[in-house]
């Protein structure tokens, strides 16, 4: 039987969700992030297929969105960059947590997430180095990329401030696209849908295909999903939970 614990990290709404014969045991962690306008519960069916796995999976609701609902800012793609960036910010919290609890398994952490989890994902592994193991299921690594392309989009419609790179310069210290050395030779999935209609493929599969052959990239996989939109199917979750528990044993 699969567990989901509530819990609150200082202003961070959380489910916890664990195997109930493994609850007070340390385990390797997995912190999972959703996507844009979406909630941890809608990340629950991957959530119980790691914690099946015997990984300690932990769903955060990122700022503006769960529990922590609040209205979108009318600046285009402003308020999504607040909630990337508070997930970052937030990271250490959680992982101090449960390290305080003892319930980490010999410093296992990895990190996964969909959409704008799977860039919160990418963000992250350019400043820390202690996550073992990650997953970016319909997200980009290109984050400057990709904020120009949605200013683009959005410059057509609305009036724009004129310094609003400026404002999300941060964004160039946590774009792996820019450091993807950083990466270290961790065991980092892809995955994308050639038809995704809302983050292009193409951001994904140049990446992978400009560092596939460096070092640093050995144990990056790239699956692509021919003919898939942005949505994630059963099959694949079971697929991502595999993944990790496959990477962690490996470790």
Not at 6 to 26: D, G, M, N, S, W
Not at 97 to 123: C, R
Not at 161 to 167: A, E, W
Request: neutral net charge; proline residues 5%.
């Amino acid at each position: 039987m699969v567990l989901i614990l509530k819990r609150q990290i200082q202003t961070i709404p959380i489910l916890e969700v664990v195997a109930e014969p493994l609850r007070h045991q340390a385990l390797p962690l997995v912190v999972y992030y959703h996507g844009w306008r979406s909630t941890k519960e809608l990340v629950l069916t991957q959530a119980r297929k790691l914690a099946d796995k015997g990984l300690r999976v932990i769903l955060p609701d990122a700022l503006n969105h769960g529990e922590r609902l609040q209205p979108i800012s009318p600046i285009p793609s402003w308020t999504f960059w607040q909630s990337i960036q508070t997930n970052l910010v937030e990271f250490s919290l959680i992982i101090d947590y449960f390290e305080q609890l003892a319930l980490i398994e010999d410093h296992q952490i990895g990190v996964g997430g969909v959409s704008m989890g799977g860039m919160t994902t990418t963000a992250l592994l350019t400043q820390h180095p202690e996550i073992k193991v990650a997953a970016c299921i319909m997200g980009s690594p290109t984050l400057q990329a990709y904020a120009g392309l949605v200013r683009s989009v959005a410059g057509q419609q609305y009036r724009l401030p004129t310094d609003l790179d400026l404002l999300t310069s941060w964004l160039n210290h946590y774009d792996l696209a820019q450091q993807s050395a950083k990466i270290a030779g961790r065991p980092l999935l892809f995955w994308h849908g050639t038809a995704d209609e809302k983050i292009p493929y193409t951001e994904v599969s140049q990446f992978y295909t400009r560092i596939q052959n460096e070092a640093y990239a050995q144990n990056v996989l790239f699956k692509t999903g021919k003919g898939q939109r942005h949505l994630v199917q059963p099959a694949l979750m079971t697929q991502i939970a595999d993944y990790f528990e496959q990477q962690f044993k490996a470790l």
